[in-house]
């Protein structure tokens, strides 16, 4: 199957740290990739595997183990409430939200 | 600058039909694979369809909810991507975004991903 999987919604304490996973088989052979969308603006691109674009925080990593892929982000900001999706052969996970407290 | 501008959203009623337009600039389009995906209301990303380069083929792929409904299609001579929609239902109102897919691969495997996006255009599909 090429679905995969998210818990729909997590919360946290500003400056904690939050795991964000994606699970599924096609995860056991590819790489996510993660994208990150605030309300009312464009998906912004921010993790390829554990790899990350130019210009994202360094407090944004990702890792995989098996069939989950995990997004981390370590000293969560206010800025960083938003959706966050992952991707693998071409299929979307259904999203987790992220709230700051 | 890298940028994708997408144009075309609409209200359209149920049955109609839109052709969505994306206009790239700052990058090599013609050797990019372009996609687009779209969030319906309340809802997450969901891939729609992609189309490959000319020099890969240009064949197009879609998700089953779309398929034998909507066409992907590229003009390399202007720089632009189009999504033909037909037969629309209740169901395809969201916002619809073009996209570049992205590929690297080496020893470690492949990476995909999709970067830029564009801003998005609306699609309304109501009676």
């Known amino acids: 199957s090429s679905e995969v999987t998210q818990d729909p919604a997590v919360s946290v304490a500003l400056g904690q740290t939050v795991r964000i996973t994606c699970q599924g088989d096609?995860?056991?052979?590819?790489?996510a990739s993660w994208y990150q969308q605030k309300p009312g603006q464009a998906p912004v691109f921010i993790m390829y595997?554990?790899n990350r674009p130019s210009g994202i925080p360094d407090r944004f990593s990702g890792s995989t183990s098996g069939d989950t892929a995990s997004l981390t982000i370590t000293g969560v900001q206010a800025e960083d409430e938003a959706d966050y999706f992952c991707?693998?052969?071409?299929?979307f996970g259904g999203g987790t939200k992220v709230t700051v407290l | 600058e890298v940028q994708l501008v997408e144009s075309g959203g609409d209200l359209v009623k149920p049955g109609g039909s839109l052709r969505l337009s994306c206009a790239a600039s700052g990058f090599s389009f013609s050797n990019t694979w372009m996609t687009w995906v779209r969030r319906a209301p309340g809802k997450g990303l969901e891939w729609v369809g992609r189309?490959?380069?000319?020099?890969?083929?240009?064949?197009?792929d879609s998700a089953a909810p779309v398929n034998g409904r909507f066409s992907i299609s590229r003009d390399d001579s202007k720089n632009i991507l189009y999504l033909q929609m037909n037969s629309l239902k209740t169901e395809d109102t969201g916002v619809y975004y073009c996209?570049?897919?992205?590929?690297?691969?080496?020893?470690?495997?492949?990476?995909?991903?999709?970067?830029?996006w564009g801003q998005g255009t609306l699609v309304t599909v109501s009676s």
């Open positions: 996209t570049a897919e992205r590929e690297l691969s080496g020893w470690y495997g492949t990476y995909t991903w999709f970067d830029p």
């Open positions: 991707n693998s052969r071409l299929v």
């Open positions: 096609s995860l056991k052979s590819d790489y």
């Open positions: 595997g554990k």
């Open positions: 189309i490959k380069s000319n020099s890969d083929g240009g064949t197009t």
